[in-house]
């Protein structure tokens, strides 16, 4: 996994920019709490700034900017399921009573995100973060970019 592409993996990233739909839920009420302005929010930046960020070359050349996005874009999913899960109705861990909380996360076709997507882009990030500890640790070592 450590030899794709690190500007494939930052690619990927770009069709976090939906997450405008979790801020368009939570406008019609099918969204509450926190979740879905910090989700929204978290993925239109990390969507967002991953295209500057490929068409700059700052993917290969600037692992200190890399890994700032990066972190956002980890921290923002960490947040996103915290949010989620604290915000979700019934559940043992809720602390936000907004109503209707998650709820719509938990149905097709939203729960796609957290089921898959939100896994998919974890390990992405974690990817990334390996790859640019292998950069640092090794310089004679190439990762690809």
């Keep these: 996994m450590l030899s794709l592409p690190t500007s494939l993996i ?8 939906l997450g405008v739909l979790f801020l368009l839920l939570a406008a019609d009420g099918r969204l509450a709490g926190p979740f879905p302005h910090s989700a929204g929010w978290g993925d239109i930046i990390t969507g967002a700034v991953a295209l500057p960020l490929l068409l ?4 290969t050349r600037s692992p200190l900017l890399l890994g700032a996005w990066n972190l956002f874009g980890f921290a923002d999913l960490v947040m996103a399921i ?48 390996a790859q640019i500890r292998s950069r640092s640790l090794s310089p004679s ?4 970019g």
Excluded: E, K
């Design 10 to 17: 930052v690619g990927l990233n770009i069709p976090r920019v």
């Design 56 to 59: 700059s070359g700052a993917v």
């Design 82 to 129: 915290a949010f989620g899960v604290t915000s979700g109705q019934g559940s043992p861990l809720q602390l936000f009573h907004d109503a209707p909380g998650s709820a719509a996360m938990q149905a097709l076709p939203w729960a796609f995100v957290p089921t898959v997507l939100v896994p998919i882009w974890l390990i992405l990030h974690g990817i990334v973060f």
């Design 141 to 144: 070592v190439r990762v690809p």
